[in-house]
């Protein structure tokens, strides 16, 4: 079983910043790549941002310049730095990790969810 723990959300006030962090754990052989999702009320998932284990990087129009994801490896940990942060931008934000079991299999895991609030 693998397990994602999201953390850093909160509120946070226009042209602010927080920074998510997600960590994975559980029986892992290999992570191919990690990401965030986001949902706001009354709409679809959308892909913020991603990253491979290789570093190749994946942004959301709407959030690049602003927006910046990292990982590391060793620590099977993805962050998002986040600043300039806009109303638009409140949603409950899902880490999600494409993650190679044993014996060799690839299955996509996520998070539970943090909440991200931007508000005057």
């Known amino acids: 079983q693998v397990q994602l723990v999201e953390s850093g959300g909160g509120l946070v006030q226009p042209g602010g910043s927080l920074r998510l962090s997600c960590a994975a754990s559980?029986?892992?052989?290999?992570?191919?790549?990690m990401g965030w999702y986001r949902q706001a009320p009354g709409k679809q998932r959308e892909l913020v941002a991603a990253?491979?284990?290789?570093?190749?990087?994946n942004y959301a129009d709407s959030v690049k310049g602003r927006f910046t994801i990292s990982r590391d490896n060793a620590k099977n940990t993805v962050y998002l730095q986040m600043s300039d942060l806009r109303p638009e931008d409140t949603a409950v934000y899902y880490c999600?990790?494409?993650?190679?079991?044993?014996?060799?299999?690839?299955?996509?895991?996520w998070g539970q969810g943090t909440q991200v609030t931007v508000s005057s």
């Open positions: 990253i491979t284990s290789g570093g190749s990087t």
């Open positions: 559980g029986t892992i052989l290999h992570i191919n790549a």
């Open positions: 999600t990790a494409k993650v190679v079991v044993p014996p060799i299999a690839l299955n996509d895991y």
